[in-house]
């Protein structure tokens, strides 16, 4: 754990930290509405349904870091799978997503498959 | 038990038409409502005059001094402490010196004081009118109606909030009537509204209700009923007891550190 005095030489900046946060957040909520449209279209029902959800979730973060995290994480000198470069908790950088876009998930989930399956 | 047969409900496809699409599009248009509202409604911040602008400022100025120490050389903090200390304590910042010492004004009676629960007041009532509204609208028109089925199954205590309004006892739980619909769109939606509105928009009463948890200490640190010159007179003995310690302190070694490891 840094302490008080390695923050101050290195300080972290607020406004990029929400920054990073917010792009994160707003594309886990666009990518949960889109996978609810396709789990809906496809007709999953119950269980599949959520493991449909879950296993696109970690897709897209996994890809979000490979594409945007990893290039410059890796060069600086951060382990593989390390966020700490732009993210303050890798917990809240892989698993944040899965429960904040579960409520937009499951309203286009409902819709559609009513839709499909009426 | 055996297994049931899966409950097919013909429905006619006019129910989405006339039922889920209104209801639907209301929300959103609701939340799109509620933003401009809110960003209409918002207070303008007050001007202050000369004197009191001077005392928040030189507030301000001291607990930034204060929590930024590191980044002076120890000279120029100790000039700063000195100088704000001084003045901290003969009260060369206050609005009113001649009335130090004196119990601050009543709150209530202040009239700058009512600005501050003004807004919040608007800001619930924003949130109450238009679900109350709509709560009692999709009442009228549409209770009874089983319009949408849940992809996935759920437990039979949620038939009584499910299908509220629906007086059938045999009903699989999972079939959803209007009502429960638009409980479903208050939760779902805000990821709609970030799309539309941008992600700090004031749609969903969900990232209201957040929002109000956090920001709270910052403004009132000047609020109504606190006695500017007691607050003064902390800061002052804070900036006192400041330790102080530069983060060029060692900086060479560090540099010859970093370059050596390499």
Redesign the interface.
Known sequence: MPTE?EF??APIVPESVIHNT?AL??LQ??T??IFGAA??ILG????S??LFYFVFTILTTVLFYTIRVAPTSLKAGHAMFDTGRYFRSSYEFWAGGLFG?L?????????F???V?? | MAQLPAQTIHRDPQLFYWILFPITVVMVLTGILRHYASVLMATQPKRFDQKSIKEQRSMVHGVATRSNFHVLSAPSFRARRDYLTNAYESGAFLKDPDRRGQPPANPMTDPNAMDGMMGMMKNNMAMMIPNTLIMSWINAFFSGFVIIKLPFPITVKFKSMLQAGVMTKEMDPRWMSSISWYFLCIFGLQSVFNFILGSDNAASQMAQQMGAMGPQAGPQMFGPGVDPDKQFKTEAENLAVVEHYSVLDDVEDRLLESIKSK
């Open positions: 005095k101050q030489i917010k957040s707003n909520n666009l949960a509405s789990a809906g999953l029902e119950s269980y349904g959520f876009g409520a937009g998930y499951i309203l286009t989930w409902t819709l498959y009513g839709l399956r009426a």
